[in-house]
C-alpha cells in the first residue's frame, strides 16, 4: 500500500510538471542552425560568440517574456543523435505548438531563399532570418512588413530592435498601450524574410514569388485563431499593400482598411498604413527643394496617417471583437480633426527633437496652422 502511494503521488508530481513545462523538439543541428541563422554575427571574430544552443535559447527567451511568461526558464540541449531540444518551464505544454509551426513554416522560407541562390538572385550580405523571438500565445496584432534589416540579426539579436519597429512601438504608446506591452501589439511577418541592408528594397522586389508558400501560410498562422476572432493586421508600405492585392485581391491604400480570407471561413481586418520609417523621408527637406515648410506640412500630414493606424491597431488589438471600419473613423476623427494640435506637437517632438514647449509653441506659428487645416486624409473602406 505504501508503494502504491508514493506512485500515486511519483505520478500526481509528473503530471505536475507535464503540466508546468513545454518540450519540443527542434530538429537535428543542421536544421536548427539554418533556422537560427546560426552563427548570428560571426566574421572571424563572433561579436557575440554564443554555440548553437545559446542562440536558441536568447530567442527562445525572448518569446516567453514577450507573450508574458516572467518566471519561464528555457533550457536547450542537445542529445546523443545531434537534436536540438528545447525544455520551456512555467509555460503551459501547448506552447511548444506554435513555435513548431514556425519553425515548419520557416523550412519553406529556407526552400524558397535556396531556389533564389540557385537563380543567382542571393545578395552575399543578405541572410536567411525567420521572424524569432516574437510573441507565440498571447499576440494582439500583426504587422505585414517588407524585410528586416540586417543589424536586427547581426548587431541586436533581436527582430523588434530596429528604427522601424522602435518607431512604430512609440506611437502605439501615444495610444495607450504600455511600453512593455507593445511587444505582443508587433508580431512581425516580413514577406521577404531577409536580413539585408536598409538600401536593399527594391532588390527585394524579385523576390516574393520565392516565398509565397511561406508568407501564406504565416499570414494565416499569426492571423487565424480557433474559437477565437482573427487578429487584425496592419500592411506597412507600398509593397507590402501591393502584395495583399496580388495575393488575396481588395486593393489597401493608406488608412484603407479591407478584409481578407487566409482561410476559408475567416475574415481578416486589414489597415493599409504608410512604412513606419517613410515620415524620415517625406519631412525631409532636402526632398523638397530645400523648403522646410513643405517638409514640415508633408510630415505633419503623414504623423496624422501614422496615429491615426496606430491607434486602429491598438483599438483592434485590445478588442478583436470591435467594429473595425468605426474604430478607424474613431481614430481618423481624433488625430487628424479634434487632437490635430496634439499629433503637431508629437511631430515636432519626435521627428524635430524639440522640447514640449518649443513644439507647442510652433505649432501656433501660421505657417503650421495653415498646414493642420489639411490634415484630415479621407478614410477608405472596402470590406
Partial sequence: ???????ALAALAFSGLVQADARIDLGDAQRVTRLFA??????VICFRDWTLEQTVEHYLTQSVRRDGYANAQVQVSRNSDDHVQALISDVPPSYAEP????????????QGATRLNKDGKWAYDWYLFLPLGMALENRRSIELLHFPPDYSLTQAQ????????????QLLTFNGIDASQTPAYQTIVDIAPIAAPA??????EGTYSYFSDYQTRMVKQMTVRQGAQPLPMVAFGAPVRSWIQQQYGPKVNVLGLVSI?????????????????????????????????????????????????????????RNPNADAKLTLEAC????????????CELFYRTL????????????????????????????????
Avoid at 359 to 381: H, I, Y
Fill in 261 to 317: 480570407s487566409p482561410q476559408a471561413g475567416s475574415q481578416v481586418p486589414v489597415l493599409g498604413a504608410n512604412h513606419p520609417s517613410a515620415i524620415w523621408y517625406a519631412a525631409d527637406k532636402n526632398n523638397t527643394g530645400g523648403d522646410q515648410d513643405k517638409a514640415d506640412a508633408a510630415g505633419l500630414k503623414m504623423m496624422g496617417q501614422d496615429l491615426t493606424a496606430a491607434c486602429w491597431q491598438a483599438g483592434m488589438g
Fill in 99 to 110: 513555435l513548431r509551426q514556425l519553425l515548419d513554416s520557416g523550412e519553406l522560407a529556407y
Fill in 352 to 383: 524635430r527633437d524639440m522640447t514640449p514647449a518649443q513644439a507647442a509653441a510652433k505649432c501656433n506659428t501660421g505657417s503650421v496652422t495653415r498646414s493642420l487645416r489639411d490634415l484630415r486624409r479621407p478614410v477608405e473602406v472596402e470590406l
Fill in 332 to 343: 481618423a476623427t481624433k488625430w487628424q480633426v479634434t487632437q490635430k494640435k496634439q499629433t
Fill in 1 to 7: 500500500m505504501h508503494k502504491l502511494a508514493v506512485s
Fill in 199 to 204: 538600401s536593399a528594397g527594391k532588390d527585394l
Fill in 38 to 43: 546560426f552563427p548570428n554575427n560571426c566574421h
Fill in 158 to 169: 533581436d527582430y523588434l530592435r530596429s528604427n522601424t519597429t522602435d518607431r512604430w512601438a
